[in-house]
């Protein structure tokens, strides 16, 4: 097996590799002349001794990768394949990187589900904010429309008031002109009649008197002393003289005269009483007209027929007024009705506020500790990020480091590095090409180590003590069938690592910090110088 394509390799370049030797080792002049010069020896010494360098190098990069496997896993799928190839050269690394593979998943998707849980608590939490707020507005929206509506609810009942007590004066003052009027009507009206009556019963007397006075001459009455009284007590004397058994001189009247005297004594009663009648109507058209004058100085109205129409005018209005209250009335009885529907409507929101409080001061408590507890793990995650992309940094400065030093035939990608620096694209080809170069430097240690083996003891193989690097064995004399051991320097597996930390917990599927990493590679590169160190060749 050949030193590029050992069990070592973990990267391989995408060009083809550039041997420095032929591959027939026979072709190599290994004359005892040229191997003792002191400018071989020198060279070879120098190349051995940077080989030993770069292999601790490699040593040191390699474990520091196999540390950082788990934080690279994160960053990017590109870092995800390169561990996977890194950690295919032995199974227990395999098993290893498998493993932290494995909790690195079960880390993402632990930091996916808290990640979703905090989205869907966040669009809970922003909901439950947004009815918080459209309660809150609808409750102030509520207010303000209750407080509108008992202003208006106030100034209605003052207007009420105030109408009703406008409509009441007016009824009051109506049912007194109503009664006034009707007095007076009837007043008229029983004057108006006594006096057509009166007027025609008198009328009628006076020419039946006219008629009576014209026959009395015809009667035949005795002179006596009683001539010279009133006509109306001589009228009674000759009514009782004439009616008496003891007048023999009246003996003579007539029926018809006895009847004239009797109907001119019944006119003489009626006038008297007409009389009477007529001071009592005057005395009523008296009052009657100091009330219409009463009337007339308080309306400042002279003409009755205005007087009549302004009391239509003044019905009417009380009539519109009081259909204008009954309207007030209906619409007071709805408002009040819409009130108590919003009273009620505002209790219920107040009881179901006051009993949903303590629940939405709990809930939001539970609610911004999960939220701190999230903001807690972004912030650890992120620093964990924070570390993995300086650890990467590292690893991209020490590659490009080492490629510097082991030197480089690729003169476009060198350009690419300076002008662009070690990128995702471009970290894969500068591995292999690092590999690729520090194998060609271990085949020229091997092959000076061998020639100088085969030059002193020609016989003698060389054995390793730890058993670890015997690997590649190439045939150096075809003609005279020696084997000549081709041996190659490796950095440890992942065994030994297992190995040297099988006394130590297994801390593996927990995340490490990079300090933590430094100190256990510190320990294990001191437990290893412990042990004792490879036997010299015989």
């Known amino acids: 097996m050949s030193g590029a394509d050992g069990p070592g390799s973990r990267f391989h370049s995408p060009l083809p590799r550039v041997r420095v030797f032929p591959p027939d080792i026979q072709s190599i002049p290994l004359s005892p ?21 770069y292999a601790k190098r490699i040593d040191m990069e390699r474990r520091r990768s196999l540390e950082l496997d788990m934080c690279l896993a994160r960053t990017r799928d590109i870092h995800f394949e390169t561990k996977k190839r890194l950690c295919n050269a032995v199974n227990a690394q395999l098993s290893s990187a498998t493993s932290e593979v494995k909790s690195v998943r079960t880390l993402e998707n632990r930091l996916d589900k808290v990640l979703t849980r905090y989205n869907e608590i966040r669009n809970a939490n922003k909901k439950l904010r947004d009815e918080i707020q459209s309660l809150r507005r ?74 009576g006075i014209r026959d009395i001459p015809r009667l035949r009455t005795p002179k006596s002393p009683m001539h010279s009284a009133m006509p109306s007590a001589r009228g009674r004397m000759l009514a009782s003289d004439l009616s008496g058994p003891g007048s023999p001189g009246f003996s003579l009247l007539s029926t018809p005269d006895i009847k004239l005297r009797d109907e001119t004594m019944k006119n003489v009663w009626l006038l008297n009483e007409k009389e009477s009648d007529l001071r009592r109507q005057s005395e009523r058209l ?29 019905e009417a209005k009380n009539f519109s007024l009081f259909n204008l209250i009954n309207d007030l009335n209906t619409e007071m009885e709805a408002i009040e009705i819409e009130n108590n529907g919003l009273e009620e409507m505002v209790e219920s929101c107040k009881g179901s506020g006051t009993h949903s409080d303590a629940y939405r001061a709990q809930l939001k408590q539970q609610l911004e500790d999960q939220i701190e507890k999230s903001k807690q793990k972004v912030a650890f995650f992120e620093l964990r990020q924070a570390e993995s992309a300086e650890a990467i940094e590292t690893m991209k400065s020490g590659a490009l480091n080492i490629y510097h030093k082991v030197g480089h035939s690729d003169e476009a990608f060198a350009q690419q590095l300076a002008s662009h620096g070690v990128t995702e694209a471009n970290m894969t080809k500068l591995l292999g090409i690092i590999e690729q170069r520090i194998g060609e430097l271990v085949d020229i240690h091997n092959i000076a180590t061998n020639a100088n083996g085969t030059a002193s003891k020609p016989e003698t193989a060389v054995d390793n003590s730890h058993g670890k690097t015997k690997k590649g064995m190439h045939g150096v004399g075809a003609g005279t069938g020696v084997a000549a051991s081709l041996m190659r320097p490796l950095p440890p597996s992942a065994d030994e690592f297992e190995n040297s930390d099988s006394e130590e917990t297994e801390d593996g599927v927990r995340p490490c910090k990079i300090t933590e990493l430094q100190e256990k590679t510190a320990s294990v590169v001191g437990r290893r110088k412990e042990k004792p160190s490879r036997p010299p060749k015989k």
């Not at 191997?35 to 010494?45: G, K, N, Q, T, Y």
């Open 138 to 211: 609808e409750k102030v929206q509520q207010q303000a429309i209750q407080e509108k509506l008992e202003r208006e609810t106030h100034q209605k009942q003052a207007e009420i008031a105030k109408v009703a007590s406008a409509t009441q004066n007016a009824f009051d003052a109506r049912d007194r002109t109503n009664r006034q009027i009707e007095l007076l009507r009837s007043q008229v009206s029983e004057t108006d009649e006594e006096f057509e009556a009166g007027w025609t019963e008198k009328k009628m007397l006076l020419d039946q008197d006219r008629a």
């Open 33 to 53: 002349s040229r191997l003792d010069s002191p400018m071989f020896r020198e060279r070879v010494s120098t190349l051995m001794q940077q080989g030993d360098f």
């Open 286 to 314: 008296k009052t009657a007209e100091d009330g219409l004058t009463k009337i007339k100085k308080k309306t400042g109205v002279s003409d009755p027929d205005e007087l009549a129409q302004a009391l239509l005018s003044a």
